[in-house]
């Protein structure tokens, strides 16, 4: 039976908590004992992208072949600048392919800049731009390393896409009960929150390890991510703050209130947001890697505590803030931060 969720973060404008968010998290001591509980850590939900890095390592598994940058943005859920666009195209260059081989759902950069220099340059939404096009290059190139059909590669019985049910299976710890399908057309898969983390937290574990061999697929994927933490997200965004703000850190940031990170000591962190809301998991995020850092005897870098700031604005300016309901954590407001609220 599933625990009710816990509150998650308040929302205080003024002197009043104006909304509340609640959902389940879990963080994971590196032995994977439970430092911290909110709501239900078994509770099974869709991670969303924050399941990109254990795609990636079934990807690298099955024999996909690229440089550093183009696993970065098979993890990304990228903004679509031209420095994401470059990577793509390169990845699927060197599998002899080219944009049209693309099937995931086409939309515009995530970037609002972007967005617009794509617009204006009279261009339609596009798959090449859409966030997950890195991921999709990926299994396409996948696909030609292992003779694979490419037509096919979102079917969830093709080979490619039942490796990566097996690899998220064994990172996470939890057979994969449910299979729908993602919002870029790829087959999800479901999860707990508690294995999201377990999964994370290996990868990142992996990629700090110094003696792991050349061919470890844990240990490349957690190594791009946190050499290349522009790639896995973009200019302004959370994801890309925070993995900047602490070595070594693996962070993927997930649709629907979903978050997932993982320090190279093998801690980890994972929530989801019950009412699918975005606003308050850069503040939930920051609140429950400071308590993982803390359980390490770590001290929690001011710039972590920064990426977590989230605006609560009135008239355009600071009016309150996203205050996270455990570890003491308050995300007041900044300046700059995409999540800001100002209604």
Known sequence: MVTAPGVLAEVV???????????????????????LEVGDADAVTWPRSSLKPLQAVAMLRSGLAVDDEGLALACASHSGTDAHLAVVRRVLAGAGLDEGALRNTPDLPLDADAAWAWRAAGHAPSSVTQNCSGKHAAMLATCVAAGWDTATYLDPEHPLQRAVRATVGELTGVPVAHVTVDGCGAPLLSTTVRGLARGLGRVARAAARPGAAPDDALARVGRAMAAHPDLVGGPGRDVTAVMRAVPGLVAKDGAEGVYAAGLPDGSAVAFKVEDGSGRPRPAVLVAALAVALRAAGSPVPDALAAAGATPVLGHGRPAGAVRTAFGGGTASAGSGAPEAVDR
């Open 13 to 35: 404008r003024g002197d009043l908590v104006e909304s509340v968010h609640r959902g389940h998290l879990v963080v994971l001591a590196p032995d994977g004992g439970t430092v």
